[in-house]
């Protein structure tokens, strides 16, 4: 394998702790190593006057499977003017918020990214979700199985059986190849299979009589029992409502108590997705106002929660979530097509196209509130910088986020630019916010941080050696001190690594890489109980056999890479 | 002795049944008994046994007859006349796996072919109409846990998905549904009195290409609004009936056919059918599914979907993907003589398409993939036999509600057979060559210009 030495850049990494000094970054057999390990057929590339970082890690991205595949397909329109031809390696791709697989594939690696974790795969679709990551290039990619709404888990959490929520985890991760347990809507959208909607954590759902709050602490507890390398990551209920901040500071209370319990260095058992949708104060859309305070005040006090934020970045774009009646909601709202998918046992997903247009004062105080979530943060690692692709916009915009977050003068532009500049600003905070974000934060909001709390310290996020050799080198030179500069430079990088392999070089995608697909697999002892109720749900229940259910083969899953955890007795 | 293959997936309709049982002779190339499926999908695995079946490929000849060759000649033939063509069509697609749907695509890029499949014909009107406003939809299991409330519209599962009512919709007793068929109520929407409209509780008899009024008529029921004494044939009584008997469930569905894709209206009777679903969910919860005909149309639409953005009728030809349906599907291209070659695989253009179409194809350099003997392959210039997927070689499917399955391989393809995806990689392989023979040439013929 290619030995590279990468010298004289500006080095940004949270792990060694290197604040932008100019430094050398040796790699070798596909791993970050001391420049002196390396021999003398080490190729030099040289990065004076340019910025080098870890490869990025998406925490939360809605990249692959059925409900992202609904939006490619229904929206013909969102591939006008974004074709590009084959070119080289590259195949042709498109699309704007919901590319083509391959699109998303170069688009991450162009932004210096390197591993992607899709957010939401319903159990029943693992197989399309793991036959679209395939189709994906470059970045290694994970899934996380939705477990909020599946029968077995309500059944189980309303006897109390936690040992047989643990080992229906376990099997569930295996059979779907998934890595961490999702929540969406927790019992909200099992509600929605009769049209109705949980929106408060005591609401109880119909039927399984256990309300939200009982199926979060209960996964909490079978995730620390697990010890998984991620936490439960959740979407909480009462999403995009004026005045939801309540339930989520609800939410986030479940967590009180309780620590971590892993191997893996994470340090938080609640990860709490797109909490810019969960920060809304008022009682409706006229008295809409920001809450981002009071949560990133809960959060920055309670270091057992780490959250990412769905940075609302004022374009067209399709949203689309497990959340199947906030998707009833939306479409309610904007009279835009609303597709629709509910699943057997398991889950729901809906589709709707949205405008966050800068006339709409609403759309303006949702792109105030996702700033000012991460400049109210006071623990960059863990905090992290997502749009919840393509929810909130495409993850083609992080740059530009960059650029808000890292210059005042950028965010007054956009308030000016506002049809209602007045009202967005009389609603939220963020006029008189002047913090602005250096690239060490930005690479602890995007590398360090969601690499430790996804459990993946020792392979992603940084430059330590013994580190996968992901690396990036965008062309910025911080000592510009010109952050207009950078969202161009993070939109292009200028090298990337990924394991050791050079996939962009001047600018240009040269390598497909390797991609692997991380999986979790939770040994846990035989659970007689557990396995006899999977036989008889699948025989009554499901559409599909035992045996048709689980992910195998390699050709879904071409590199596959599990991470191997031993539950306790 | 024998031996009996289990949780086999069935590959002949959009239903998917993965639980049939395959009896196998113990040399494991010949299959002896077919456990629950349907007569179709038994016929399905005993033909891949049958005396007179095709194993080698076969050229026409001038004369008309036909010539067995090597597959080293059928791949040489099949990459010269793609590579060679400036627009080929490649058509088809919904009668073998996702990878060698993959496969196919690659080669389409790389000639720059119009991917076409079978949807052009059958729902595509639907694909266009959940364009135009979405679709509120559900997993075939919602149907048996939830549904009290079925209505079939312009298909007739009887005969042509014959285990859809047993396994899914009307018969089987679920979660929720513990009463079976007795705690639901079935209506049928077809002007003729099927073996589906037969069992139905409630049969609107809708006048032959008045089903939109019949949609339309609903949407007014449902909110309480004015009808006129009859539409599309039915008294109004009946209507309101109807829409009350919807509104009134606790998880209705629609599933619709062809009898509502291609009869008069098309992708307008869809947009109708979803937006008068959309209105039911006001009231309570309803859904509605599309009933997809071949075993994998499904796949080959979600296979496109995530490459290229759309889910058929996805021209290639200018080096990037576009699509317009009434310019870049099959039939408008062949009628209008815009493609210069025709490759199938996994359907039957020959059986299916009008006739003026058919004739297109057989003028043109043309390739048929498929395991039987068809009306398309008996006007191809090539015909490739192959094995037949989900009985010879596994691969993935995906049914009628999106829920992906692997298909099994039972029994060994005769000895020497190539599966799809086998041949797809050869003629890739071969086109590659060809590519860069022809850019090579093409850039000395630039030099000498040049020169």
Sequence with gaps: MTQYLIKNGFVYDPVTGIRGDRADVAIKDGKIVESSDLDKSARTIDARGKTVMAGAVEIHAHVAGPKVNVGRIYRPEDKLFTYQAKKGIQRMHGGYSVPTTFKTGYAYAKMGYT??????????????????????????????????????????????????????????????????????????????????????????????????????????????????????????????????????????????????????GREQVMHHTHIQFHSYGGENWGNFESKAREVADYVNKHDNITIDIGFVTLDETTTMTADGPFEHHLTELNHLKWANVDVELETAAGVVPYVYSPAITVCGVQWAIGLELALLNKDPMRAYITTDHPNAGPFTRYPRIWKWLMSAKARSQQIEAFKNSSKVVAASEIASIDRELTLYELAAMTRAGPAKALGLSQMYGGLAPGLEADVVVYNFNPETDDPMLIENAVSNAWALFKTGVQIIKDGEIVSNGNKRTLWVHAKVPENPQVMRDIREKFLKYYTVTERNYEVEGRSFIPNPYPIEVEAPA | ??????????????????????????????????????????????????????????????????????????????????????????????????????????????????????????????????QDVGIPSCTLGEIKNRADRILFWGCNPAHAHPRHMSRYSIFPRGFFTGKGHKGRK??????????????????????????????????????????????????????????????????????????????????????????????????????????????????????????????FCVDLSRGFARYNPGETSSNDLLVRGEVDAVFVIGSDPGAHFPISSVRKIAELPSVAVDPHITPTTEISKLHVPVAFVGVEVAGCCYRMDNVPIESRKVVEPPEGMLTDEEFLERVLQRVKELKAEQGAAAAAAKGKVTA
């Design chain 1, 115 to 264: 591993t992607v974790m899709e957010a939401a795969m319903p159990p029943l679709y693992a197989r399309h979700v793991h036959e679209e990551m395939r189709d994906t290039p470059i970045v290694d990619e994970g899934a996380f199985p939705v477990f909020g709404n599946n029968w077995f888990v309500l059944e189980y959490l309303k006897n109390r059986e936690l040992d047989n929520v643990s080992a229906y985890i376990a099997w569930l991760l295996k059979a779907t190849k998934g890595y961490a347990v999702k929540i969406v809507n927790p019992g909200g959208t099992e509600a929605w299979g009769w049209g109705l909607n949980c929106l408060q954590v005591t609401d109880p759902v119909p039927y399984f009589d256990v309300t939200p709050a009982e199926i979060v602490t209960g996964l909490i507890e079978a995730n620390e029992h697990l010890g998984l390398p991620h936490s439960i990551h959740i979407h909480g209920n009462n999403l995009g409502n004026p005045g939801n901040y309540t339930t989520t500071l609800d939410t986030l209370k479940l967590a009180e108590g309780y620590t971590a319990n892993n191997r893996f």
């Design chain 2, 1 to 130: 002795m024998t031996k009996l293959v289990t949780d086999v997936i069935c590959p002949f309709c959009g239903t998917l049944c993965d639980d049939l049982e395959i009896e196998v002779s113990d040399d494991g190339k010949k299959v002896t008994g077919v456990y629950n499926a349907c007569a179709i999908g038994a016929e399905k695995f005993l033909h891949s046994a049958a005396a007179d079946r095709v194993t080698r490929p076969r050229m026409q000849q001038a004369d008309g007859s036909y010539k067995e060759v090597s597959y080293d000649e059928a791949v040489e033939y099949a990459a010269r006349v793609l590579a060679n063509a400036k627009k080929p069509l490649m058509y088809g697609w919904s009668s073998t796996s996702c990878e060698a749907q993959s496969k196919g695509h690659e080669i389409a890029e790389l000639v720059g072919a119009v991917v076409d499949n079978t949807a052009t014909v059958c729902h595509g009107s639907t694909l266009i109409a959940l």
């Design chain 2, 186 to 311: 079935m209506i049928v929407v077809d002007p003729r009195v099927t073996d589906t409209a037969k069992l139905a509780d409630v049969h609107l008899q809708v006048e032959q290409g008045r089903d939109y009024e019949l949609l339309s008529a609903l949407r007014v029921a449902i909110r309480g609004n004015k009808l006129p004494d009859v539409v599309a044939g039915i008294r109004k009584e009946r209507i309101y009936e109807a829409a009350d008997l919807l509104k009134s469930g606790r998880f209705g569905i629609i599933f619709f056919g062809m009898g509502v894709t291609q009869s008069l209206g098309k992708n307008h009777n869809i947009d109708e059918a979803i937006m008068l679903t959309k209105d039911l969910n006001d009231y309570t919860k309803f859904s509605i599914m599309a009933m997809r005909g071949h075993y994998n149309v499904t796949g080959s639409g979600e296979v496109l979907g995530w490459q290229y953005g759309y889910p």
